[in-house]
């Protein structure tokens, strides 16, 4: 019994005990923590980190399991062991009991100020390697580019001499830029466009005109026929006034008055 409760067989059985444990952990952990170390080393990503953070919580919630068990253990040892058992009064173990509630409600309190922590921290940790990759991204882009503004100064350079640039125009239209010439070229298609609906609207006019025009004509005719009558009387009635025929010449006279006023009011003229 004495043997038992010397301090140096004590802290052998410790060790012993944390040496036992510590080779089964490592043993059921090693794979998992060499992927862990890989992904610490290889390149960090927001997946790795969240694989780690998963490890590490369950590493460490094993060590608590396993501290907790160890303490448990050797204070049971040592009350097995002690010359003088210790025993603890019913008062003892209230206020034990209301310092550990106490401990207990801070802890809680802790734990949650440690998870909002951990929550921010992710979501900074998400932000920064979201912003990292876009970083990253960047300067893939921008160490592409010189590369790029080579090639395409070297093909311009190619354009120039399998097609060199033609003599300038009298024309200063020919000699507009691209946007210039694209606006131009916008501006007479609408004045196109304008001007072949007047002329679609002047050929929907042509068979209304040219019936009217055919009308006019036919009323025209008998008009001319008459004009040609009254003109061929009336060199008549100048030949024969001039042959001194006064009495014909009145009749002649009065008949063409009355053709006249007849063909007047048929043409709508006032005499």
Do not use: C
């Amino acid at each position: 019994m004495d043997i038992l409760s010397k301090p140096e067989f004590k802290s052998e059985l410790a060790i012993i005990r944390l040496a036992n444990n510590i080779s089964k952990s490592s043993s059921a952990e090693k794979r998992s923590s060499d992927v862990s170390t890989d992904s610490t080393f290889g390149g960090t990503t927001p997946a790795g980190l969240a694989v780690e953070l998963v490890h590490y919580k369950e590493l460490f919630s094993k060590l608590r399991f396993s501290h907790n068990e160890q303490v448990t253990k050797e204070k049971f040892l040592k009350a097995l062991t002690s010359d003088t058992p210790l025993f603890i009064e019913p008062q003892e173990n209230a206020r034990l009991e209301a310092q550990l509630a106490e401990e207990k409600a801070a802890l809680k309190a802790h734990k949650e100020a440690v998870a909002k922590m951990a929550e921010d921290l992710e979501r900074r940790g998400k932000e920064l390697a979201r912003r990292y990759e876009q970083i990253e991204l960047q300067k893939t882009i921008l160490a592409d580019l010189p590369e790029q503004i080579v090639n395409l100064q070297a093909t311009i350079e190619t354009l120039r001499t399998e097609h060199p640039s033609p003599a300038k125009s009298s024309n200063p239209n020919l000699n507009l830029p691209l946007p210039a010439t694209l606006s131009l070229l916008s501006e007479r298609e609408s004045e196109l466009s304008s001007l072949d609906a007047q002329i679609r609207a002047l050929q929907n006019n042509v068979p209304r005109k040219t019936r009217e025009l055919e009308r006019l004509e036919s009323e025209l005719q008998p008009l001319l026929a008459q004009k040609k009558t009254v003109v061929g009387q009336a060199k008549e009635a100048r030949k024969r006034r001039e042959e001194g025929g006064v009495e014909d010449m009145e009749q002649k006279g009065r008949w063409y008055r009355a053709s006249h006023t007849a063909l007047s009011q048929m043409l709508g003229t006032e005499s």
